[in-house]
Nanobody, 115 residues
Framework: QVLLVESGGGLVQAGGSLRLSCAAS????????MDWYRQAPGKQRELVATITSGGITNYADSVKGRFTISRDNAKNTVYLQMNSLKPEDTAFYYCHCLVGWEHFWGQGTQVTVSS
């Protein structure tokens, strides 16, 4: 069973920064693509960033240049550094991993950006 545990959310003013962490267990972390998704109230969950097992990254257009996804395979952890935060970044942020055909999600962490 894969377990993903996020941390690092909170309340921040517009223009501020937060760093989210997602600790993974129960899988060979270093071989997995890892993603961050977010879901705002009344909206669909959207993909924010992806990092491959080889460290290649991809971002949603809305966060390019502001967010950075990274991973530490020694710690089985993936990070999301969020800079220049905007009120529209307010959402629940989820860590995601696909193992075979099975999707695994963390419990989520709330990020609130005040204007």
């Amino acid at each position: 069973q894969v377990l993903l545990v996020e941390s690092g959310g909170g309340l921040v003013q517009a223009g501020g920064s937060l760093r989210l962490s997602c600790a993974a267990s129960g899988t060979i972390f270093s071989r997995k693509f890892m993603d961050w998704y977010r879901q705002a109230p009344g909206k669909q969950r959207e993909l924010v960033a992806t990092i491959t097992s080889g460290g290649i990254t991809n971002y949603a257009d809305s966060v390019k240049g502001r967010f950075t996804i990274s991973r530490d395979n020694a710690k089985n952890t993936v990070y999301l550094q969020m800079n220049s935060l905007k009120p529209e970044d307010t959402a629940f942020y989820y860590c995601h991993c696909l193992v075979g055909w099975e999707h695994f999600w963390g419990q989520g962490t709330q990020v609130t950006v005040s204007s």
